[in-house]
């Protein structure tokens, strides 16, 4: 089990960012959370197989959801967190 944290940068707020993220988790079998931050950015934390989390970091990279546009992604490896699911948390 692999865990990440990304922080994303671009038209990330007001686009279905974060329910689009989630449907994507649910698809890999991903768990985390997803949030908005202040500054305009999304924050996820995810883990998951190695192959799974890598397709999951690659779906975000190009945006989960047609009306965003990511423009800076970065990329933190972290300890696993005992998640049962994906969660918006807001």
Do not use: W
């Not at 989630?22 to 890999?28: E, P, Q, T």
């Not at 202040?38 to 009306?67: C, H, M, R």
């Amino acid at each position: 089990m692999q865990a990440v944290k990304l922080t994303i940068f671009g038209r990330v707020q007001g686009v279905g960012f974060r329910y689009c993220t989630k449907l994507v988790a649910d698809h890999l079998g991903i768990t985390g959370i997803v949030r908005n931050n202040s500054d305009g950015s999304v924050y996820v934390e995810a883990q998951g197989e190695l192959s799974e989390l890598e397709t999951f970091i690659e779906k975000i990279k190009v945006s989960p959801t047609p009306s965003g546009k990511v423009e800076k992604l970065i990329v933190t490896k972290i300890p696993p967190i005992e998640y049962s699911d994906f969660q918006i948390t807001y």
